[in-house]
């Protein structure tokens, strides 16, 4: 059984689990306020929880930690994405007990970052402060005893930029001969640009044609494999040559402007070239939705497009598989086509005759 007793004015309880004492303060002077705590507590205890002064002790730091082991452990390719999102949520959150981040105070982070990011930087903040809270009820023992509800935003702000075909040739004319090739592979596959920057010809195999990611080197960690066409095979085989040429035996495909390692950081060089080319601004990602929409267009099962691109939810794939204007004024031609085609038909035959009727004419 457990007891009341004062400190000073503040009226403190005493309980036991498995025979070990624990001594918590109400922060109260009220004495029914410690007789209802006492209650909740050994009402926790006969039900096999920890009492909750064990979760009082547990702050938002020991969560973030956490979570950031987490992804260590697994080797998460997404490591400092989820330090960004941390370092955010520790402007709000750092200090505080895990048991008072409720949904009011999680709503007044989300008010003040509205003012400073996107809903779509805000929701990965978000996923990152529920998969804290996800982990700490998982740990033996747990460190939390309930997830809060964390509302999400609504995401308005998707980007929908892509290549038309001539815009893509004119970047290319515009890029210096190191990137040519490989925005060529990326226009074709839709790969991101790390899974690019990192090819080596170890997962080369050019007489088939046949470029390969193993289990690991991908996103998604899934294996990955797409056979070269004719234009691609052409770029893997020039870039073996110059390989060759230059006798600087380094093992990536695509080398950097110097053929000392691999491509890396090429943001100025692609600004330059998309004013140059007239195209506007771009991404480099905008070429993974036109690799999509391209592949999707000229009759590849979705599917495989997704098999080639590297996209694991069909969610996703949506996403990315976006309707162009040049899309629309085609499906607003194809319409009038039909439509026309339908004056042959017998309905439509009828309805000449009925106007040639109106007019005075013998049928």
Not at 199 to 205: N, S, V
């Amino acid at each position: 059984m457990g007891s009341i007793y004062k400190r000073g004015k503040v009226y403190w309880i005493k309980y036991y689990r498995n025979g070990k004492p624990y001594r918590e303060s109400t922060k109260g002077t009220k004495e029914a306020d410690a007789k209802r705590l006492l209650k909740r507590r050994e009402g926790e205890i006969s039900q096999g929880k920890l009492p909750g002064i064990y979760f009082d002790r547990v702050r938002f730091d020991e969560l973030a930690e956490d979570f950031l082991r987490d992804y260590r452990i697994n080797k998460k390719k997404s490591l400092v994405r989820a330090e960004i999102s941390v370092n955010h949520l520790n402007k709000e959150f750092e200090g505080i007990r895990a048991t008072e981040i409720t949904t009011p105070l999680i709503e007044v982070y989300i008010e003040k970052r509205m003012e400073e990011a996107s809903s779509a930087t805000i929701n990965r903040e978000l996923s990152a402060l529920k998969r804290m809270f996800n982990l700490g009820a998982k740990k033996t023992p747990p460190k939390v005893d309930r997830v809060p509800y964390i509302p999400m935003l609504k995401e308005t702000n998707t980007r929908k930029g892509f290549f038309e075909h001539g815009d893509f040739l004119a970047l290319q004319t515009a890029l210096p001969n190191y990137l040519k090739g490989f925005v060529a592979f990326a226009y074709k596959t839709g790969w991101r640009v790390s899974e690019i920057s990192g090819l080596t010809w170890g997962q080369i195999d050019l007489a088939q044609g046949i470029v390969r990611l193993e289990v690991g080197e991908t996103k998604n960690d899934e294996a990955r494999t797409v056979y070269l066409d004719d234009e691609l095979s052409e770029v893997f085989n020039h870039q073996w040559e110059e390989r060759k040429k230059s006798e600087k035996l380094i093992p990536y495909v695509f080398p950097n402007r110097d053929g000392t390692s691999k491509i890396k950081d090429f943001r100025f060089v692609w600004d330059k070239a998309c004013e140059e080319a007239n195209i506007g601004k771009r991404l480099f990602h905008d070429f993974r939705r036109t690799a999509i929409r391209n592949m999707v267009r000229s009759g590849v099962p979705e599917a495989v497009a997704m098999k080639i691109s590297g996209h694991k939810t069909r969610s996703v794939f949506e996403r990315y598989n976006i309707v162009s204007d040049t899309d629309l004024r085609l499906a607003a031609k194809k319409q009038e086509a039909y439509l026309q085609a339908q004056m042959g038909t017998i309905s439509g035959t009828v309805h000449k005759i009925g106007i040639k009727k109106e007019v005075g004419y013998n049928t």
